[in-house]
C-alpha cells in the first residue's frame, strides 16, 4: 500500500498561465517499536531507530491536492475542509526543501516550466484524512508522506538515493518517513548531525506477514489534548528510563 500520486496539466492561453495539479494518497503507520523522543527537534532526528507496518491505503489514508499557478494571489491550504496557515515552520521546511529539489517540468522534449521559475508559483494545498485528525491514528504521518511525494511529484524531484524523500517527510513529521513505503519499515536514526542518514526503508513488504490483521477501535475522535510532540519531549526532559530504552533495549531489537 504505497502512496500513489497522478499530475494533471490545464494550459490556460488566454491567461497566458498553466495550472499544475498533483494528487496522491498516503497511508497511516503502526509502529511496532517507536521512537518516542527526538535529540534534534529542529531536523525530527529521533533518538532511536523505529519499525512500523505500515496500513492500507484503502483503510487509512490522506489525500492531497496541490495545485500551482503563478497567477494564484496568494499560497493556501486547507485541512478537512478548513483553511490553515501556510506559515506552520514544518510544512515550509518541506516545501523548501523540495523547491531547492526541484527540475525542469517537461512535456515530451518541450519544457513547460523551468525550474528556476518554480519559486515564482503559488500553491493551493488541500488535504484531508479518511480517519480522526490528531486523534492518536497517525494523521500526520499520512498527510505529510502524502504532502512530500505530492511536493516531489509537482517539482519533478528524483530520489539521489532510497530513501531521500523520507528525509524530508521526516521533518514535517518523524514518522510520515515510514509512509512512504509499503509492508514493514525501518526508520533509521542515523548518526550525522544533519540528518542525512536518519532515513526509512522497507525491511519486508506486506506479503512478509499474510496471516496479520490490525483492528482499530476508536473511542474517541476529537483531537488529543497532549500532542505527540509534546508527549515526547516530556519524556526526554523528565523520564530517566529513555535513554536506557533507547540505547540498550531498542538497539538489541
Given at each position: 500500500?504505497?502512496?500513489?500520486?497522478?499530475?494533471?496539466?490545464?494550459?490556460?492561453?488566454?491567461?497566458?498561465?498553466?495550472?499544475?495539479?498533483?494528487?496522491?494518497?498516503?497511508?497511516?503507520?503502526?509502529?511496532?517499536?517507536?521512537?518516542?523522543?527526538?535529540?534534534?527537534?529542529?531536523?525530527?532526528?529521533?533518538?532511536?531507530?523505529?519499525?512500523?507496518?505500515?496500513?492500507?491505503?484503502?483503510?487509512?489514508?490522506?489525500?492531497?491536492?496541490?495545485?500551482?499557478?503563478?497567477?494564484f494571489?496568494?499560497?493556501e491550504?486547507?485541512?478537512?475542509?478548513k483553511?490553515?496557515?501556510?506559515l506552520?515552520?514544518?510544512?515550509?521546511?518541506?516545501?523548501?526543501e523540495l523547491?531547492?529539489?526541484?527540475?525542469?517540468?517537461?512535456?515530451?522534449?518541450n519544457?513547460?516550466?523551468?525550474?528556476?521559475e518554480?519559486?515564482?508559483?503559488k500553491l493551493?494545498?488541500?488535504?484531508?484524512?479518511?480517519?480522526?485528525?490528531?486523534?492518536?491514528?497517525?494523521?500526520?504521518?499520512s498527510?505529510?508522506?502524502?504532502?512530500t511525494?505530492?511536493?516531489?511529484e509537482l517539482?519533478?524531484?528524483?530520489e539521489?538515493?532510497?530513501g531521500?524523500?523520507?528525509?524530508?517527510?521526516?521533518?514535517?513529521?518523524?514518522?510520515?518517513?515510514?509512509?512512504?513505503?509499503?509492508?514493514?519499515?525501518?526508520?533509521?536514526?542515523g548518526?550525522l548531525?544533519?540528518?542525512?542518514?536518519?532515513?526509512?526503508?522497507?525491511?519486508?513488504?506486506?506479503?512478509?506477514?499474510?496471516?496479520?490483521?490490525?483492528?482499530?477501535?476508536?473511542?474517541?475522535?476529537h483531537?488529543?489534548?497532549i500532542?505527540?510532540?509534546s508527549?515526547?519531549?516530556?519524556?526526554?526532559?523528565?523520564?530517566?528510563?529513555?535513554?536506557?530504552?533507547?540505547?540498550?533495549?531498542?538497539?538489541?531489537?
Open positions: 500500500a504505497r502512496l500513489r500520486s497522478t499530475l494533471a496539466m490545464d494550459h490556460k492561453q488566454a491567461e497566458f498561465s498553466t495550472t499544475i495539479s498533483v494528487s496522491s494518497r498516503g497511508p497511516s503507520n503502526l509502529a511496532v517499536v517507536k521512537y518516542w523522543g527526538k535529540r534534534d527537534f529542529d531536523l525530527v532526528l529521533p533518538i532511536n531507530s523505529s519499525l512500523s507496518a505500515t496500513i492500507h491505503l484503502d483503510t487509512l489514508c490522506s489525500s492531497t491536492t496541490i495545485e500551482a499557478n503563478q497567477s494571489q496568494r499560497n491550504m486547507w485541512l478537512n475542509g483553511e490553515e496557515s501556510f506552520q515552520p514544518r510544512l515550509q521546511r518541506c516545501i523548501q523547491l531547492s529539489r526541484a527540475q525542469d517540468l517537461k512535456n515530451d522534449s519544457i513547460i516550466v523551468k525550474k528556476s518554480w519559486k515564482n508559483f493551493h494545498i488541500r488535504s484531508s484524512n479518511n480517519f480522526p485528525t490528531a486523534a492518536g491514528l497517525a494523521s500526520s504521518a498527510g505529510y508522506a502524502s504532502l511525494k505530492c511536493l516531489a517539482f519533478c524531484v528524483k539521489e538515493f532510497d531521500e524523500l523520507s528525509t524530508i517527510a521526516r521533518q514535517g513529521s518523524g514518522s510520515a518517513s515510514r509512509s512512504l513505503d509499503g509492508g514493514w519499515v525501518k526508520w533509521n536514526k548518526e548531525s544533519n540528518g542525512i542518514d536518519s532515513f526509512a526503508v522497507q525491511i519486508a513488504s506486506d506479503e512478509y506477514w499474510q496471516e496479520i490483521r490490525l483492528l482499530i477501535l476508536v473511542v474517541n475522535t483531537k488529543k489534548k500532542s505527540s510532540t508527549g515526547m519531549q516530556t519524556s526526554v526532559e523528565t523520564s530517566d528510563l529513555l535513554k536506557f530504552r533507547a540505547e540498550k533495549i531498542v538497539k538489541q531489537r
